[in-house]
């Protein structure tokens, strides 16, 4: 990433400027400009309730039954809870503290932060080794740094640049102490690296990120500085890796906020420490990365969300403005920023630079139109801006080992007027079970969830040699292809000798119409007409059935299916799932069945779209 000398170099001739720290000059008239703002009127309002809430009320306690479940039962959101509701009130009162001057907040934030230096263990307990006997090589839990241990020390780190001053020194003197024992001699002096230096998602960028910037606020001796400066780098070599030359986040949006957020948060610190000499936006990979946020935006708040994306996704302004600024990436609106219970783990440097950061061309943005092809996750996206809103269509191809995957290959979506109608359903509840063995049996990772056949009965399976390949991606006049080979997709229970996808979507933009043409071709082994091919279709509107149609409504945007009853029976099922915090959500799947297939059989489904005003 850098040569070490040059790292070393500059961390040692760096001037003392710790105003500039979070990437911004931090002053009075900041926080003053901050509190007079009508665009973050709204959010400061909610901070200064969960601060007056938690002026008055007590630290949530951290209950030894609520971390014990998780073993017990495979849920996280027991323990999480309150977890998360410690960190909400130190982001709380210290912006508090700082927007209002009010020292009412003072006491309660030296409580929070004394009870959270006071913790078990930073980590969550879905990310703790279980003290088994026989296993005395482990770290103990208070070592461990997982994602929020390392996002604990730099918020705690953080909460001292800005209002350390008004802190008791033992606070401070513990923050210290806390951050030194439960992330600095783990992360740099172990033995045995943990797994994140070298892994290829958002666990290198976040870890390495947060622990790097603690390190850029706490750490005086600026030889140690630059040694741990240059193992953040190499975590953030693993982390650039997972990416492809074509920038595309394979875990979508919502991690590209998360892991490529901490990488710019912690590049932007080192470039303020440094005055500048060390810049590490400046690479054409990561501009490329950084306009995948207005490349996968649709109507907002959505998006294309494949894996374990939400459909919604709330962009930060604070990170959209600074890679504007100082890259050119391209930038979606952000009207307001979101709310502050958006994130539910109240991450600090998101809010903190939402607030520093944003610009006011961050609220108008640019709608990022046309069409984009990733060439090496294999997603083609073409988006029309029409006078009755946005039309969109979306593939992928791919393998069934991604990053946060789920069994997908081949699977669609379609976005008319505003909403997406034939939808992918994101993230499940995280569980023990989501992610391990049992995996592929939850409808949001299978790809019973998702708009693919089922063919013979079989299901696609999970792994690196379940894969698509593309045969295809082009315009054809006004209409554009994009064809993939997914026989490799299924396993043997499928009985396939080929099967091939293919995409034909035509948008009329002056008349806020478009069509999509799907046609599958299957050649099984079997020569006897046994086959079966079941088309699944997924939403979340109830579509209206017709014979040869089906209608899916929404408020701005509709899609209608034709198909021949000839050759396929319908039916749609209602099914009741939970999304990813646990809300009741209702899955409608539609099914195309067609039976009794000869050797070879091909399918065409046409849907035609609308953007409604």
Known sequence: MIPYYRLREAILQAEDHPSGLAGAVITAEKWAEIRVSKRF????????????????????VLDFADIQTFRERGTRLEAERPYFRRRARLLALTLGLLIDEDNGYLAPLQQTIWEICGEYSWAVPSHLPYADAGEPERLPPSD??????????????????????RLHPWIVQRVRSEVERRIFEPVFRSERPFFWFSAEHNWSAVCAGAVGMAALLLVEDRERLAWMQARVCDAMESFLSGYGDDGCCMEGAGYWTYGFGYYVYWAEMLHAYTGGAIDLLQADK???IADYAGIVALTVPTCVNYSDCSPEIRLHPGLLSRLRSRIGASAPPVPLPPSFHDDHCYRWPHQVRNLLWSDEASAQGEEKTGTFLFQDADWVIDKRLTPSGLLAFSAKGGHNDEPHNHNDLGHFLIHAGGETILTDLGPGVYTQDYFGPARYTHLHTSSLGHSVPVINGGAQEGGGEYRAVRLRSEYEGEVLHFDLDLTRAYGESAGLDFFGRSFAWTCEQNESFAELVLRDVFEFKTHTAVNEVAEQLISLHRPIAQTGKLLWPSEHGQVELRYDPAVFAEATEAIETSAHLGEARIVYRTVLTARGLPQRFESELTFVCRAIH
Not at 41 to 51: D, F, P, T, V
Not at 144 to 163: K, P, R
């Open 41 to 60: 009127e709204g959010l400061l309002g909610e901070i200064r309730a969960e601060a007056q809430q938690a002026a008055c009320e007590p630290v949530p």
């Open 144 to 165: 461990i740094v997982d994602l929020f241990a390392a996002e604990t020390a730099h918020a705690l780190a953080e909460t001292l640049l800005l209002v350390g001053d």
């Open 286 to 288: 990561i501009r490329r």
